[in-house]
T-cell receptor, first 111, second 114 residues
Framework: QKEVEQNSGPLSVPEGAIASLNCTYS??????FFWYRQYSGKSPELIMS????GDKEDGRFTAQLNKASQYVSLLIRDSQPSDSATYLC???????????FGGGTRLMVKP | DVKVTQSSRYLVKRTGEKVFLECVQD?????MFWYRQDPGLGLRLIYF???????EKGDIPEGYSVSREKKERFSLILESASTNQTSMYLC?????????????FGDGTRLSIL
């Protein structure tokens, strides 16, 4: 089992809809979680971080963390074609500074 | 804003050459990282450093070495480049060991080994 798993997609949603991206992890010692967006040919760009159970909202983005069920998700409201990208989920373990990344989910928002 | 600068966006080298990839950050970050990213394999950590002259192996250190002589600069070295090292290389930095500190990435270097 991979440490961080994401459905590779593509996940296709119509413009204006809510896109829901999911990530599961295997290490219960994971403390912090990060969502990155990566456009084709570009480097990952941090969108959000979350480390407490529950929801965290930032503009059109909401990150959700459930440590008991070992999943973290990212919701994108009012999806725009410019949101089309690969979204990477990453987690940091209890100790150390290394991140473990999932393989990413490719999101396509169709006009 | 955090600025992580990688010296080259595209690089073409030949098998057996010694290759240097340079990364500089301007935010006095303690930690710096080198990843490679390949289709289907995702981001994989090669080496990281949490202080000047300190280095730690990541998941795939074979065939690579690193150097951190100054806090702002972290170099990745391919001692004798091989074709299986053709990849996108990404440098990242983070402020400290605190668990809620994110990593910030440079623009990447697409390296081709012929």
């Amino acid at each position: 089992q991979k440490e961080v798993e994401q459905n590779s997609g593509p996940l296709s949603v119509p413009e204006g809809a809510i896109a829901s991206l999911n990530c599961t992890y295997s290490d219960r010692g994971s403390q912090s979680f990060f969502w990155y967006r990566q456009y084709s040919g570009k480097s990952p760009e941090l969108i959000m971080s979350i480390y407490s159970n529950g929801d965290k909202e930032d503009g059109r983005f909401t990150a959700q963390l459930n440590k008991a069920s070992q999943y973290v998700s990212l919701l994108i409201r009012d999806s725009q074609p410019s949101d089309s990208a690969t979204y990477l989920c990453a987690r940091r373990a209890n100790a150390g500074n290394m991140l473990t990344f999932g393989g990413g989910t490719r999101l396509m928002v169709k006009p | 804003d955090v600025k992580v600068t990688q010296s080259s966006r595209y690089l073409v080298k030949r098998t057996g050459e010694k290759v240097f990839l340079e990364c500089v950050q301007d935010m006095d970050h303690e930690n710096m990282f080198w990843y490679r990213q390949d289709p289907g394999l995702g981001l994989r950590l090669i080496y990281f450093s949490y202080d000047v002259k300190m280095k730690e192996k990541g998941d795939i250190p074979e065939g690579y070495s690193v150097s951190r002589e100054k806090k702002e600069r972290f170099s990745l070295i391919l001692e004798s480049a091989s074709t299986n090292q053709t990849s996108m290389y990404l440098c990242a930095s983070s402020l400290s060991q605190a668990s809620n500190q994110p990593q910030h990435f440079g623009d990447g270097t697409r390296l081709s080994i012929l």
